[in-house]
């Protein structure tokens, strides 16, 4: 009886944090159940898995344009564009709404003021600018290599960006307003918790790149690499935003992912040939 109580349990907690997962996190039709700490515990771990079907999505359209005769710079703009469209643009204007709050000299009261604004000043157009034309110029490169590597390269990309969230959302990380998603996922996830899905992100990306794209030990590594470089680049922006803003919002975890999803894309083509 007991035990049936408790496997209940896991495959409730499991449900519902899929659910916020997918339903805060991409605009695919999925209902919230449930919106408290419990749920964003679960929600933020299972972050990832969002990642990987907006991964697969972006991987699929670009590899059928590039098998379609489009060429590699159109394929990667359209799998640049499919995670943008899943999740209405939300990271892309948080990452311009965090450039403008970090770019002016104002008070941490000021500069979330900033960030809620509905217009794009000049630090988030400047930044969005050069964001979305490094991953356009990466993918375009994996996609010279073949559909397989810009395949990996769009899904490792899309998973390193949401292990991010999922670190960003541990304890000690302290949200910046007491309203939004910032505040309902901050501090929700043990430290522990949050290594354990880095570490099995970071081996399956490995994996990932062991098995399909140049199917190699170096692939292997450079895969897993990203992964471990995107998290710690998105970690300095995150220390960043702590210090000056006082916490994390929901423009700073889109800022996150956007940063983390540009530093794998970036890792995953040094050297390509």
Same mark, same amino acid.
């Given at each position: ?19 916020? %997962? ?5 605009v695919l039709p999925v @209902?919230?159940? @449930?919106? $408290? ?12 898995? %969002? ?12 590899? *059928? ?23 209405? +643009?939300?990271?892309?204007?948080? /990452?311009?709404?965090?450039? $403008?709050?970090?770019? +002016? ?11 809620? @604004?509905? $217009?794009? +000043? ?31 390269? %769009? ?8 292990v991010a969230l999922t /670190?960003?959302? @541990? ?56 992964? /471990? ?7 300095? /922006? ?21 940063? *983390? ?13």
């Amino acid at each position: 009886m007991g035990g049936g109580g408790s496997d209940k349990g896991i495959r409730d907690g499991l449900e519902h944090g899929l659910r916020f %997962a997918f339903g805060t996190l991409t605009v695919l039709p999925v @209902r919230l159940t @449930r919106w $408290d700490r419990g749920a964003a515990r679960a929600g933020m771990l299972c972050a990832p898995l %969002a990642g990987l079907v907006v991964g697969l999505c972006a991987a699929a359209l670009g590899s *059928a344009l590039l098998l379609l005769g489009t060429g590699p710079l159109l394929a990667a703009v359209v799998t640049v564009t499919v995670p943008a469209a899943l999740t209405r +643009g939300l990271h892309l204007d948080g /990452l311009a709404d965090t450039a $403008d709050g970090l770019g +002016g000299n104002k008070p941490a009261e000021a500069a979330l003021a900033i960030m809620k @604004r509905s $217009d794009i +000043g000049p630090f988030g157009v400047v930044t969005l600018l050069f964001a979305l034309l490094a991953q356009v110029a990466a993918l375009s490169r994996a996609y010279e290599s073949g559909w397989a590597e810009g395949a990996v390269a %769009a899904v490792v990309s899309a998973v390193a960006a949401r292990v991010a969230l999922t /670190l960003a959302s @541990r304890t000690g990380v302290p949200a910046a307003r007491p309203e939004g998603l910032g505040a309902a996922v901050a501090g929700t996830v043990t430290v522990r918790s949050a290594l354990l899905v880095l570490a099995a992100v970071t081996a399956l990306a490995a994996g990932c790149g062991a098995l399909w794209g140049e199917a190699t030990i170096g692939a292997a590594v450079r895969c897993g690499g990203a992964v /471990l470089v995107a998290v710690g680049a998105a970690e300095l /922006l995150l220390r960043r935003c702590v210090r000056r803003f006082g916490g994390v919002t929901g423009d700073v975890f889109g800022a996150l992912a956007e940063t *983390a999803a540009t530093a794998a894309l970036v890792v995953l083509v040094l050297g390509s040939q």
